[in-house]
């Protein structure tokens, strides 16, 4: 369709706009609700899909935000509908939410599809949620706008600040070390979360939200708004009144996902040092647009793109002081000569007109290009012989001299393997050694979890050491930091070549040259692969069992075959 829609056009009307029975049911119920006709009839529909919940500290305040959201449609003469979708919390499920990130991706996308609903506010911003709403949107494809919850308030401890996460695993380090004991980890319980949203380094959450609103799906600036900021709450209105024009002028989200916008969320994310996940998040949300994404478009975009913030955990500062140093709009607009500007937003026809006027308040925290962070973009994408679909290396966050390093390896079967050796003086390791973690990818750990900052022995802390070569088939937290090579695909689960390593094999990291190699000769490698036997599949049942049955490897973007693959999907028939 063309041009501005009328009453008659809107897809709820198919529910409430004809003269059968089912539109005099669905006119009923909805009086049941204790709605008037005048309040819904003819208008807009918007769902307001709420990640809320009593156990995500990361969006604790979503629901009051789902109010200012539902003020701002009633404003704009729309009608707001609250639905609570599938909360995905990093910090309390387990295995880890990657393994529910393709759950609420279906549930958004049928829910969507299957009520009155013209366009939709979706309210996420912990890790996995903004990927897995966005994707389910994009597969049906109505207007749409991302409210994200936003980062917390910095952390606070013995007049240190503190970033959560990235201090986290610095402190937990400390004590493992001896140089901080009971006393001081009780003070930084306390201290490290101080408020709702999420973590407010430049880990997933921020990189993920930032990577929306490079995308256009949010309001300008609204990426790096702090949670408990009264301009959230400013923001979440104007994007309930922004979604009812959308809706009326028909701008869904397959004229705003567009290959021109994934690259340059690609370009923004590498330039802002961004997560390694959104390596495979951004993957998997262009594949639900259409668009191929892959991880050489990665590698190339960060030889051309430096770092410009100086974000933890590769920098110093906080998305507090990012926000008020001019937010993405600034930051953009040191980017502008890489961005495709002439391409539409949720809130502006271009870019271009988005970023007009953007300027850079602190030129620390947002670097001039002449001046910047790391010459190359934040993260490298490796291949060789040990990950022939590639890997991943956040390098800025790694210690320099390990980013060319031989070492032998010292291979653990699973995470708890780990667990239970890592300390274990029998080991002997040594600061050059290489810690290989295996069956920890999409299918072996499930989920593919946070596994991959691998914790170096107490002996080694002790001696000072704070980084060694690291290599796992896992993730890592996108606030995690050190020499931790990721995403090695295919999996060991699977029979990728990280399950045919030994203990002591030599394995060179060369991200200069982008390569990661086993030293093993190929006949070698086939016979260790003739031995090899598969596992047997972890799920006998259940949501598991349609998981471990069709996600797909990290390189691809772990989403589910059968939701990745084109096709199309009709409409219901609302009777």
């Given at each position: 369709?063309?041009?501005?829609?009328?009453?008659?056009?809107?897809?709820?009307?198919?529910?409430?706009?004809?003269?059968?029975?089912?539109?005099?049911?669905?006119?009923?119920?909805?009086?049941?609700?204790?709605?008037?006709?005048?309040?819904?009839?003819?208008?807009?529909?918007?769902?307001?899909?709420?990640?809320?919940?009593?156990?995500?500290?990361?969006?604790?305040?979503?629901?009051?935000?789902?109010?200012?959201?539902?003020?701002?449609?009633?404003?704009?003469?729309?009608?707001?509908?609250?639905?609570?979708?599938?909360?995905?919390?990093?910090?309390?499920?387990?295995?880890?939410?990657?393994?529910?990130?393709?759950?609420?991706?279906?549930?958004?996308?049928?829910?969507?599809?299957?009520?009155?609903?013209?366009?939709?506010?979706?309210?996420?911003?912990?890790?996995?949620?903004?990927?897995?709403?966005?994707?389910?949107?994009?597969?049906?494809?109505?207007?749409?706008?991302?409210?994200?919850?936003?980062?917390?308030?910095?952390?606070?401890?013995?007049?240190?600040?503190?970033?959560?996460?990235?201090?986290?695993?610095?402190?937990?380090?400390?004590?493992?070390?001896?140089?901080?004991?009971?006393?001081?980890?009780?003070?930084?319980?306390?201290?490290?979360?101080?408020?709702?949203?999420?973590?407010?380094?430049?880990?997933?959450?921020?990189?993920?939200?930032?990577?929306?609103?490079?995308?256009?799906?949010?309001?300008?600036?609204?990426?790096?708004?702090?949670?408990?900021?009264?301009?959230?709450?400013?923001?979440?209105?104007?994007?309930?009144?922004?979604?009812?024009?959308?809706?009326?002028?028909?701008l869904t989200l397959s004229q705003l996902l567009t290959a021109e916008a994934y690259q340059d969320a690609v370009s923004t994310v590498l330039a802002l040092g961004g997560s390694t996940n959104a390596v495979?998040?951004?993957?998997?949300?262009?594949?639900?647009?259409?668009?191929?994404?892959?991880?050489?478009?990665?590698?190339?975009?960060?030889?051309?793109?430096?770092?410009?913030?100086?974000?933890?955990?590769?920098?110093?500062?906080?998305?507090?002081?990012?926000?008020?140093?001019?937010?993405?709009?600034?930051?953009?607009s040191r980017l502008a000569d890489v961005l495709h500007l002439d391409r539409p937003t949720v809130a502006h026809d271009?870019?271009?007109?988005?970023?007009?006027?953007?300027?850079?308040?602190?030129?620390?925290?947002?670097?001039?290009?002449?001046?910047?962070?790391?010459?190359?973009?934040?993260?490298?994408?490796?291949?060789?012989?040990?990950?022939?679909?590639?890997?991943?290396?956040?390098?800025?966050?790694?210690?320099?001299?390990?980013?060319?390093?031989?070492?032998?390896?010292?291979?653990?079967?699973?995470?708890?393997?780990?667990?239970?050796?890592?300390?274990?003086?029998?080991?002997?390791?040594?600061?050059?050694?290489?810690?290989?973690?295996?069956?920890?990818?999409?299918?072996?750990?499930?989920?593919?979890?946070?596994?991959?900052?691998?914790?170096?022995?107490?002996?080694?802390?002790?001696?000072?050491?704070?980084?060694?070569?690291?290599?796992?088939?896992?993730?890592?937290?996108?606030?995690?930091?050190?020499?931790?090579?990721?995403?090695?695909?295919?999996?060991?689960?699977?029979?990728?070549?990280?399950?045919?390593?030994?203990?002591?094999?030599?394995?060179?990291?060369?991200?200069?040259?982008?390569?990661?190699?086993?030293?093993?000769?190929?006949?070698?490698?086939?016979?260790?692969?003739?031995?090899?036997?598969?596992?047997?599949?972890?799920?006998?049942?259940?949501?598991?069992?349609?998981?471990?049955?069709?996600?797909?490897?990290?390189?691809?973007?772990?989403?589910?075959?059968?939701?990745?693959?084109?096709?199309?999907?009709?409409?219901?028939?609302?009777?």
């Amino acid at each position: 369709m063309t041009g501005r829609a009328a009453p008659e056009d809107l897809r709820s009307h198919q529910w409430y706009g004809t003269d059968g029975l089912r539109s005099f049911s669905h006119r009923a119920r909805t009086r049941q609700l204790g709605y008037l006709p005048e309040e819904h009839l003819g208008k807009p529909v918007i769902a307001i899909l709420n990640t809320w919940s009593d156990i995500n500290p990361c969006h604790s305040h979503l629901r009051e935000r789902a109010q200012a959201v539902k003020r701002g449609v009633w404003q704009a003469g729309g009608f707001p509908l609250e639905f609570p979708v599938s909360t995905l919390s990093e910090t309390f499920q387990k295995p880890t939410p990657m393994l529910y990130r393709n759950m609420l991706a279906m549930e958004t996308e049928e829910l969507l599809r299957s009520y009155p609903v013209d366009g939709a506010v979706l309210m996420g911003g912990c890790d996995k949620s903004t990927p897995a709403l966005l994707m389910g949107a994009a597969s049906v494809d109505l207007p749409a706008v991302f409210v994200p919850a936003g980062p917390m308030l910095p952390g606070h401890w013995r007049n240190e600040v503190l970033g959560s996460g990235t201090d986290m695993w610095k402190y937990w380090d400390d004590k493992r070390a001896g140089l901080i004991g009971d006393c001081e980890m009780a003070e930084l319980e306390s201290g490290l979360a101080r408020s709702p949203g999420h973590c407010m380094t430049m880990g997933t959450a921020s990189t993920l939200t930032a990577a929306a609103e490079v995308l256009g799906v949010t309001m300008p600036g609204a990426s790096s708004i702090p949670a408990v900021d009264s301009g959230h709450d400013r923001m979440a209105a104007a994007s309930g009144r922004r979604i009812v024009e959308l809706v009326w002028r028909r701008l869904t989200l397959s004229q705003l996902l567009t290959a021109e916008a994934y690259q340059d969320a690609v370009s923004t994310v590498l330039a802002l040092g961004g997560s390694t996940n959104a390596v495979i998040h951004l993957i998997a949300m262009a594949g639900r647009s259409g668009v191929t994404l892959t991880l050489d478009d990665f590698d190339r975009t960060a030889r051309e793109v430096p770092v410009l913030a100086d974000l933890r955990p590769g920098g110093r500062y906080l998305m507090e002081d990012f926000h008020f140093a001019g937010g993405l709009p600034a930051f953009l607009s040191r980017l502008a000569d890489v961005l495709h500007l002439d391409r539409p937003t949720v809130a502006h026809d271009s870019l271009r007109e988005q970023l007009a006027g953007a300027r850079v308040h602190n030129p620390e925290v947002i670097r001039d290009r002449d001046k910047p962070l790391a010459e190359e973009g934040g993260v490298a994408v490796l291949r060789g012989n040990l990950c022939p679909d590639g890997a991943v290396i956040k390098h800025i966050a790694a210690e320099p001299h390990l980013l060319r390093h031989t070492g032998p390896a010292v291979v653990f079967d699973d995470y708890r393997d780990m667990q239970r050796r890592i300390n274990d003086p029998a080991l002997a390791l040594t600061p050059d050694h290489v810690l290989v973690l295996r069956n920890s990818g999409p299918k072996g750990g499930p989920g593919m979890p946070e596994y991959g900052m691998l914790p170096l022995p107490d002996y080694l802390l002790k001696q000072g050491v704070r980084d060694m070569v690291r290599l796992s088939d896992a993730r890592m937290s996108g606030t995690s930091y050190g020499a931790c090579v990721l995403h090695i695909a295919p999996e060991s689960y699977v029979g990728g070549p990280l399950a045919l390593v030994h203990d002591d094999d030599l394995i060179t990291l060369d991200v200069a040259a982008r390569r990661l190699h086993l030293h093993v000769d190929e006949a070698e490698l086939a016979r260790r692969r003739a031995g090899w036997t598969a596992p047997p599949a972890r799920y006998g049942r259940g949501y598991g069992a349609l998981y471990e049955e069709q996600i797909t490897q990290a390189d691809t973007g772990c989403d589910f075959a059968f939701l990745s693959r084109p096709g199309e999907v009709p409409d219901p028939y609302a009777g």
